[in-house]
T-cell receptor, first 114, second 111 residues
């Protein structure tokens, strides 16, 4: 099955700086890569996603890049704000039998220091 | 559009007791997932439904966990008997395709 590794596990940045979180995946057939933000005690919320036919996608201060050859993808947050503080999870969609499923990374605790 | 609903939000039980969680997915979403999220970890898939049929339950501890999705809409997840290591947040998600939308989860504490 799919295996997703995520680094770093914790990340502290100063407000206004950029943050980068990296993930690798194992299944070359995976073709959908979402990123979720989870604030303490709340549900994971999709913040951006990318499909394997695209190398980069941006949405305001958030961008995701995908390198299919190397099987890794990254989340970039620019001009970080205190409200960006949360746990971020990457995920990859692969096939388990006939079922499309998400395999999640272990999460990155991002802290934006004012 | 209403989101995924789950209840209860919190549950505290003693080990060896039973517990049930309920999920109402977004209307029209055929696929429903149950995940277990242990503190400090990413969600781990327990079971996947397509309409009212089980697509994958390979990671469900079937000696104590069971789930059903009657009529292809609401779903329930049951644990009987509960163990200390079942303490976690149980998340339900639904999807019309690839993007999964999560409910608020049920935080289970087993004492």
């Amino acid at each position: 099955g799919e295996n997703v590794e995520q680094h770093p596990s914790t990340l502290s940045v100063q407000e206004g700086d950029s943050a980068v979180i990296k993930c690798t995946y194992s299944d070359s057939a995976s073709n959908y890569f979402p990123w979720y933000k989870q604030e303490l005690g709340k549900r994971p919320q999709l913040i951006i996603d990318i499909r394997s036919n695209v190398g980069e996608k941006k949405d305001q201060r958030i961008a995701v890049t995908l390198n299919k050859t190397a099987k890794h993808f990254s989340l970039h947050i620019t001009e970080t704000q205190p409200e960006d503080s949360a746990v971020y999870f990457c995920a990859a969609t692969g096939l388990s039998g006939s079922a499309r499923q998400l395999t999640f990374g272990s999460g990155t605790q991002l802290t934006v220091l004012p | 559009e209403a989101g995924v609903a789950q209840s209860p939000r919190y549950k505290i039980i003693e080990k060896r007791q039973s517990v049930a969680f309920w999920c109402n997915p977004i209307s029209g979403h055929a696929t429903l997932y149950w995940y277990q999220q242990i503190l400090g970890q990413g969600p781990k898939l327990l079971i996947q439904f397509q309409n009212n049929g089980v697509v994958d339950d390979s990671q469900l501890p079937k000696d104590r966990f069971s789930a059903e999705r009657l009529k292809g809409v609401d779903s329930t997840l049951k644990i009987q008997p509960a163990k200390l290591e079942d303490s976690a947040v149980y998340l339900c998600a639904s999807t019309p395709g690839d993007t999964q939308y999560f409910g608020p989860g049920t935080r289970l504490t087993v004492l």
